[in-house]
């Protein structure tokens, strides 16, 4: 009598690894394109934009300020939105030895440390040290911010509450301007570091 024979199937670890398929150049375009949308991504001010959209409406009464008041708490909303977007562009973060974020401040001697007492060894702390192109990303920070505060109906009825024709043009062409030379500078000199309120890094 013929005992029939299972044959065996090869473990995972051994099987063969699929090949990877050349990428065309539309792939690759894509995947450029979206490689520095992410890079784009991580140095739009997205927490202060949102604290700005829920105040405004409140501070400006809907773009009415029929008070000096309510001016002035607008420009001290649009200062202290753009003063966080400058500051938040010289955070960032690393683990430590237990695997926790930790947050600190870029200074030139490397990262002050802000949520505890650790401390980095002085050659990883060089690492983190403040760089001209970490001031380039904090004032085109506030230029971002600036062309979205310009976006605002309520801001801009409640500053500029009767523009000329001229105005009203410039209103609508300078923040677009501002956005797209923005992003391409955002693209082309992309930020290393992963501050308060920015995607993380893996390491």
């Not at 990428?23 to 979206?34: D, G, L, N, S, V």
């Not at 970490?134 to 600036?146: E, P, Y």
């Not at 301007?177 to 570091?193: N, Y």
């Amino acid at each position: 009598m013929d005992v029939p024979v299972e044959t065996q199937q090869p473990l995972l670890e051994n099987a063969p690894t699929p090949q990877k398929t050349p990428k065309t150049p539309t792939q690759k375009t894509i995947r450029k394109a979206f490689k520095g949308t992410a890079h784009l991504a991580k140095l739009l001010p997205t927490g202060t934009v949102l604290i700005f959209q829920i105040l405004s409406p409140v501070f400006t009464h809907e773009g009415q300020c029929h008070t000096q008041t309510s001016k002035a708490m607008t420009i001290g909303l649009l200062t202290f939105c753009s003063i966080s977007c400058f500051l938040l562009s010289f955070t960032d973060s690393f683990r430590d030895e237990r695997g926790k974020v930790r947050y600190g401040m870029a200074s030139s001697n490397g990262l002050w440390i802000l949520d505890a007492s650790v401390r980095l060894p002085i050659d990883e702390a060089a690492k983190y040290r403040l760089r001209f192109i970490d001031f380039f990303h904090a004032f085109t920070s506030i230029l971002v911010f600036g062309a979205i505060a310009l976006f605002d109906k309520s801001v801009v009825s409640c500053l500029v509450p009767k523009p000329s024709e001229e105005a009203k043009e410039l209103l609508v062409a300078v923040p677009i301007g501002i956005g797209l030379v923005c992003s391409v500078l955002f693209v082309l000199f992309p930020s290393q570091r992963h501050g308060i309120g920015f995607p993380l890094s893996r390491n």
